[in-house]
């Protein structure tokens, strides 16, 4: 599976962002698909996670409430809808996929290039 971020940007505090990640291959709805972020001298962290056909979602504590993550299975896409940024949501977003639930392990099959984004204050 070739997973391809997209979406980041500079936005204000408060604003809203949306990430996509569209994934190659006919077998998309046999991942479960996840959001990680990386912030500048930090490790990578767990954001979002969602089952294989979208009837589950996990998320951070830290975005809990702001973010939703969703899948277009047809459009082989994760989404991660970020509203109510704040500056420390600053980072490099990276999306993965991997056959099984364990939504906060840092251990998945595939990742895709980050994208990166910045929240002004």
């Known amino acids: 599976v070739q997973l391809q971020a997209c979406g980041g940007g500079l936005v204000q505090a408060g604003g809203s962002l949306r990430l996509s990640c569209a994934a190659s291959?006919?077998?998309?709805?046999?991942?479960?698909m996840g959001w990680f972020r990386q912030a500048p001298g930090e490790e990578r962290e767990f954001v979002a996670a969602i089952s294989w056909r979208g009837g589950s979602t996990y998320y951070a504590d830290s975005v809990k409430g702001r973010f939703t993550i969703s899948r277009d299975n047809a459009k082989n896409t994760v989404y991660l809808q970020m509203n109510s940024l704040k500056p420390e949501d600053m980072a490099v977003y990276y999306c993965?996929?991997?056959?099984?639930?364990?939504?906060?392990?840092?251990?998945?099959?595939?990742w895709g290039q980050g994208t990166l984004v910045t929240v002004s204050s």
């Open positions: 291959g006919r077998t998309f709805s046999s991942y479960v």
């Open positions: 993965a996929a991997d056959r099984g639930w364990s939504p906060s392990s840092p251990k998945w099959d595939y």
